[in-house]
């Protein structure tokens, strides 16, 4: 089944873009994905084709009109039904790799791009919308944070990485940063590779690339840190009743 995307945007020449080659680009002319791009100025009801006005109350710059914003996304739901809408703004709830996983598990999605000051705060309200943000930054536009939800769907659909588990154990998958890894050549600059890593014992590589994920995390992001040791420390009901019959 083919993941239908629908971008609502003032730049639709910006789709697919990037997401044209490479794995992403394989996989949309094999039809995995799909993506329909569409200009918000479309649902202009004016002669000028106005999409923006001035802020209420004053201040720079310009917002997008709630009533054009509403008939493109009823649009949108129209032609991609069952889709969720995900509206990009640096407001939003910061996008996870587990939301990600439960898009790409999904039929598809609508992704709404914000440009100048952003939204008229009552399409949150009038329409059933989830808001999303890229991370603690300030684009000038929505566009590359919908590139960038894409991708990392995309990378998930079944068929499109090449080893199917080399998904698994990337960055985030178990609340935690991935192992750093090295290839040849064995020595560069007097620098060499880990001797674990070319000693063959599987085992003790697995071990090492565990605690190394682990020591990586406290020390960079003590914010999963936390948050992976809380989900250790209380494990859902299921986990600890496994635990308990483990005698830990
Ligand atoms: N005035 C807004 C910023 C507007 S930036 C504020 O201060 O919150 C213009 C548009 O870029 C936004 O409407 C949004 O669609 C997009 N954008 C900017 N930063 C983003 C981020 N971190 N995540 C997702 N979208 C972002």
């Given at each position: 089944m083919t993941f239908s995307t629908t971008v609502l945007t003032l730049y639709p020449e910006?789709?697919?873009?990037?997401?044209?080659?490479?794995?992403?680009?394989?996989a949309l002319s094999e039809g995995t994905w799909s993506i329909d791009p569409v200009h918000i100025r479309d649902f202009a009801t004016d002669r000028h084709r106005t999409v923006d006005d001035t802020p209420a109350g004053g201040?720079?710059?310009?917002?997008?009109?709630?009533?054009?914003?509403?008939?493109?996304?009823?649009?949108?739901?129209s032609v991609n039904p069952g889709a969720p809408?995900?509206?990009?703004t640096p407001r939003g709830k910061p996008i996870s790799q587990k939301r990600i996983r439960e898009l790409a598990d999904g039929p598809g999605v609508i992704l709404l791009c914000g440009r100048f000051e952003g939204?008229?705060?009552?399409?949150?309200?009038g329409r059933e919308v989830e808001e999303v943000s890229v991370g603690d930054i300030v684009l000038s536009g929505g566009e590359c944070a919908a590139l960038m939800v894409l991708d990392a769907c995309i990378r998930l659909l079944p068929g499109v990485m090449g080893a199917p588990s080399s998904g698994a154990e990337?960055?985030?998958?178990?609340?935690?940063?991935?192992?750093?890894?090295?290839?040849?050549?064995?020595e560069w600059e007097g620098r060499t590779i880990p001797e674990v890593l070319r000693s063959g014992d599987h085992a003790k590589i697995a071990a090492w690339r565990k605690r190394q994920a682990e020591d990586d995390t406290r020390s960079r992001r003590p914010d999963l840190w936390e948050r992976h040791r809380d989900a250790r420390v209380q494990p859902a009901s299921g986990a600890r009743r496994k635990n308990e019959d483990l005698g830990s």
């Open positions: 910006m789709f697919p873009g990037p997401l044209a080659v490479s794995l992403a680009g394989r201040g720079a710059g310009m917002v997008l009109k709630v009533n054009i914003l509403a008939a493109a996304i009823d649009h949108a739901r809408v995900i509206v990009m939204f008229d705060e009552r399409i949150f309200e990337e960055s985030f998958e178990d609340g935690l940063l991935e192992y750093p890894h090295y290839t040849r050549p064995t």
